[in-house]
């Protein structure tokens, strides 16, 4: 890792582009050493549950004597009767399921749980979910979208209603703020044992940013990977300028169970920062 590092170039380029060269070199190092996790996504079918195995099974009785006799519409219509019901109950065993599941989810995020947060999501959806194919409501409710790139507008659309309201700021509150001295430490660039330090307060076992790199590699990067960290800092405190990457969000929606699924008004929003 440490010759990769160190061919990092941080004279030239934009801070974006050191960003992502020190980023995509350790992702790749570190999955070339340690590999990956291949999680499976749960399911919401209970396997255990008595009254539906009886009702499959029914459900499997019908079909066989309405094949065998498929003049009889007696035969005919128990089976669709059954088949009715199956359905009516796994329909109720699913949303009984998500429902507790997206409790489980805004739990996690209320306590700021970022590892089991997304460990709950991938538990659910499989390691790589995605959002953005669920028809949706257009905005005036007048049509259904079914093309990934128009549904993908209508969230964006949503969120930046939801999420971008003008701050309210009341000025007299602010007036009456007590002034502190001013903290001229504030000014000094970030140093390497700032950054060493900082890198031992991260918390291990959490679910990493959008990087996809976790703190377990960052403290075991050693010297070579705070230096590198040191440079990429003080290069973004001399120029003022952040990465797009730390300044872009990751949301998440889930479906309240409550009224149309289609809805974007009908889903919780849960957005996360780069770490």
Same mark, same amino acid.
């Given at each position: 890792?440490?010759?990769?590092?160190?061919? *990092?170039?941080?004279?030239?380029?934009?801070?974006?582009? /050191?960003?992502?060269?020190?980023?995509?070199?350790? =992702?790749? *190092?570190?999955?070339?050493?340690?590999?990956?996790?291949?999680?499976? =996504?749960?399911?919401?079918?209970?396997?255990?549950?008595?009254e539906i195995q009886k009702l499959l099974e029914e459900k499997r009785r019908l079909l066989r004597a309405h094949q065998n006799d498929t003049t009889c519409t007696a035969k005919k219509a128990a089976f669709n009767n059954i088949r009715s019901t199956v359905q009516a109950k796994l329909r109720l065993?699913?949303?009984?399921?998500?429902?507790?599941?997206?409790?489980?989810? /805004?739990?996690?995020?209320?306590?700021?749980?970022?590892? +089991?947060?997304?460990?709950?999501?991938?538990?659910?959806?499989?390691?790589?979910?995605?959002?953005?194919?669920?028809?949706?409501?257009?905005?005036?409710?007048?049509?259904?979208?079914?093309?990934?790139?128009?549904?993908?507008?209508?969230?964006?659309?949503?969120?930046?209603?939801?999420?971008?309201?003008?701050?309210?700021?009341?000025?007299?509150?602010?007036?009456?703020?007590?002034?502190?001295?001013?903290? =001229?430490?504030?000014?000094?660039?970030?140093?390497?044992?700032?950054?060493?330090?900082? *890198? +031992?307060?991260?918390?291990?076992? +959490?679910?990493?940013?959008?990087?996809?790199?976790?703190?377990?590699?960052? +403290?075991?990067?050693?010297?070579?990977?705070?230096?590198?960290?040191?440079? !990429?800092?003080?290069?973004?405190?001399?120029?003022? /300028?952040?990465?797009?990457?730390?300044?872009?969000?990751?949301?998440?929606? *889930?479906?309240?169970?409550?009224?149309?699924? /289609?809805?974007?008004?009908? =889903?919780?929003?849960?957005?996360? !920062?780069?770490?």
């Amino acid at each position: 890792m440490d010759s990769k590092l160190l061919d *990092i170039r941080s004279d030239q380029s934009s801070i974006d582009e /050191q960003w992502e060269s020190f980023r995509d070199t350790v =992702h790749s *190092i570190a999955l070339e050493t340690l590999g990956q996790i291949t999680r499976n =996504h749960q399911d919401w079918f209970d396997e255990i549950d008595q009254e539906i195995q009886k009702l499959l099974e029914e459900k499997r009785r019908l079909l066989r004597a309405h094949q065998n006799d498929t003049t009889c519409t007696a035969k005919k219509a128990a089976f669709n009767n059954i088949r009715s019901t199956v359905q009516a109950k796994l329909r109720l065993m699913q949303d009984a399921w998500l429902s507790a599941k997206a409790d489980e989810i /805004q739990g996690y995020a209320d306590k700021h749980d970022t590892k +089991k947060f997304y460990e709950a999501l991938k538990a659910v959806y499989g390691p790589q979910f995605s959002f953005g194919s669920t028809p949706l409501l257009s905005s005036d409710g007048t049509s259904i979208l079914t093309n990934k790139r128009l549904i993908l507008e209508r969230w964006a659309e949503h969120f930046n209603i939801v999420l971008n309201r003008p701050a309210q700021i009341n000025e007299e509150a602010i007036a009456r703020l007590p002034q502190v001295p001013t903290n =001229h430490e504030l000014a000094v660039p970030p140093a390497v044992g700032e950054v060493s330090r900082a *890198i +031992k307060k991260m918390s291990t076992g +959490k679910a990493p940013g959008s990087d996809a790199i976790p703190a377990e590699v960052f +403290k075991s990067g050693g010297p070579t990977m705070i230096n590198q960290l040191t440079s !990429l800092f003080q290069s973004m405190w001399d120029r003022e /300028q952040l990465p797009q990457d730390f300044r872009d969000a990751t949301i998440v929606h *889930i479906y309240k169970r409550k009224g149309d699924r /289609q809805s974007c008004d009908n =889903h919780r929003e849960y957005m996360h !920062l780069q770490k």
